[in-house]
């Protein structure tokens, strides 16, 4: 196999695996569950009627009654204010209905409309934070009305601020449910305080879930990461359960920590229990015919009458920043998905977000670190292309052998061997360094694909989102070029079909790479240029001392 025919296989090789890696995230095999006989929590449908609302002892609470609601009305929303979120927390089940980040704007040209993590947009998307407490006697479930004191809270000079909802049982069961939101923060503590007045003992288990429709947001870019549930345990610390696991048979693992979540390009959103040495159930469950559901069920407690116990998690809604959200849970980070070569590409992020501390440019840092390749492969580059310039000098004779046995390969092979032997020419020695390489190009895709901070991050001139494609395809066609130009420093193929493959090649990867973000293809024709370069510079040389 000649030189010429091993660079194709690599190239069409490379798509492949990107392609393979992109499925593999998607679709791989997810790792072993541990089940359990505890029941998942089952809730009432998105469909059905409120419960009935309480009567509240006002001189006792200090809390005004709100006005009777009818059967199968809505809540009231509750506004809360940060100053990276807004948010609305409907009082029918104390569900967070609405979250929208305030620093994250839908596109470039509409800043003013920011993206809407959670939101009832329409009966078509679904994505909510919902919980409650489940009990025999008095669960509290998504279609219980909570009452509130007041329905507009925001922070001003106060560093956090907590949002209290009531509901009182005829029965004697009192239940808060206070939800904390921080400043700079995109994260909300829920705590549950169940106060037994009753003359029972009460035993219940309160529970949180993320509840959202199949629908994929709107992404710019040719290969789709995952969008779905993913649950993380001690024992399997990051579980894919994808809608199609979910529509096929409900998961329920017992875990002493950990987390679940619903993933998207870019964004998640979490459930992480809080106190560590309880054993928890995360769980996945379909609801209504188009809803998709994880959770997480707190462990079961015990109340003497006359006592006051309490339930706490934590809930994520916002970015894939790593520097934040491995603070708010272990291997909450591992939601930036890498794929199978993870452990070259957090490097690389590392290495990407330390250089653009000082560029304050990503497009720049994505330079400077193409850069940074090429001089770590420097030697190994360069072994390859001292190869392919030696086989560049020694082409003619090869072509002479070849037209002169041309109807004799055994002698063919023989002679073209011979001459490799007597040159001291590996004839695969300029693609084995490329094929090292391989694995940082994918590394490297998926860093720039995967990396909130790249969304909408500007670079010079027109390009100002590296997440998407090139508007005007200028750096599609600066790819193709210098891809057009690094083959003529190669030796030609032999063969007119493979010459003619590898003539047309520029232009496939032209059309191909136009689709993906600019940031990548930035990368491609930075590599491009320097190895350009460095390959002009070692045929020169070699060519010089020949001659």
């Known amino acids: 196999m000649d030189t010429a025919r091993f660079l194709l296989l690599i190239s069409l090789g490379l798509v492949l695996t990107m392609i393979y890696t992109a499925w593999l995230k998607d679709y791989g095999p997810s790792g072993q569950t541990t089940s359990s006989s505890l029941e998942t929590p089952v809730l009432q449908s998105d469909s059905a009627p409120f419960a009935e609302a309480p009567a509240l002892d006002i001189e006792e609470s200090g809390i005004p009654l709100p006005a009777s609601k009818t059967e199968g009305s809505e809540g009231e929303k509750i506004r809360v204010t940060t100053d990276v979120l807004d948010i609305e927390i409907n009082t029918r089940g104390g569900t967070i209905e ?55 809270y925001a922070i001003e000079n106060e560093d956090s601020i907590t949002v209290p909802l009531y509901f009182n049982s005829e029965d004697g069961i009192k239940v808060t449910k206070n939800i904390t939101f921080y400043k700079g923060q995109y994260v909300a503590d829920i705590d549950y305080e169940i106060n037994n007045q009753s003359q029972d003992n009460w035993t219940g288990r309160a529970y949180g879930e993320i509840n959202r429709t199949k629908q994929k947001e709107q992404e710019s870019r040719l290969l789709y990461t995952y969008t779905g549930a993913v649950i993380s345990t001690p024992k399997n610390r990051y579980e894919k359960i994808s809608f199609g696991d979910i529509d096929d048979e409900e998961e329920k693992v017992l875990a002493d920590n950990g987390w679940a979540a619903m993933l998207q390009h870019y964004f998640l959103t979490a459930l992480i229990p809080k106190e560590k040495e309880e054993t928890y159930t995360y769980y996945t469950r379909k609801g209504s015919s188009k809803n998709y559901i994880v959770g997480a069920a707190l462990p079961t407690k015990n109340i003497a009458p006359g006592e006051i116990i309490g339930f706490s998690h934590r809930a994520y809604f916002g970015p894939k920043t790593q520097k934040e959200i ?55 580059s360069a072994a390859g292309y001292r190869s392919m310039a030696n086989m560049r000098r020694v082409q003619p004779r090869l072509i002479a052998i070849k037209e002169r046995h041309k109807d004799d390969r055994a002698q063919l092979n023989k002679a073209m061997m011979d001459i490799y032997k007597k040159e001291k020419i590996n004839p695969l020695g300029g693609c084995f360094p490329i094929l090292v390489q391989i694995p940082v190009f994918i590394s490297l895709y998926w860093v720039l694909l995967e990396s909130v901070e790249l969304r909408q991050a500007e670079f010079i001139l027109w390009i100002d989102d590296l997440s998407i494609a090139d508007p005007f395809f200028v750096l599609p066609l600066l790819m193709g070029i210098t891809m057009f130009l690094q083959q003529k420093l190669n030796p030609a193929p032999m063969d007119p079909i493979q010459a003619k493959v590898m003539a047309v090649l520029p232009v496939v990867f032209t059309v191909f790479f136009a689709f993906f973000p600019a940031g990548l293809v930035l990368y491609w024709v930075a590599n491009n240029v320097l190895s350009i370069v460095q390959q002009w510079a070692i045929t020169r040389s070699i060519e010089k001392n020949t001659s």
């Open 98 to 152: 609405y979250a929208a980040l305030k620093q994250y704007p839908v596109t470039k040209k509409n800043p003013t409309k920011k993206i809407m993590l959670l939101h009832r947009k329409s009966s078509d998307f679904f994505y909510v934070v919902q919980g409650g407490v489940l009990s025999k006697g008095n669960a509290i479930t998504p279609e219980t009305y909570f009452y509130v004191e007041k329905t507009n």
């Open 326 to 380: 491995e603070k708010i849970a272990e291997g909450l980070s591992l939601t930036v998905d890498y794929g199978i070569f993870w452990f070259i590409a957090k490097p690389l992020y590392w290495l990407l977000d330390y250089i653009n501390t000082f560029t304050k440019n990503w497009g720049w840092s994505i330079v400077l670190v193409t850069v940074f390749l090429k001089l770590l492969f420097y030697k190994l």
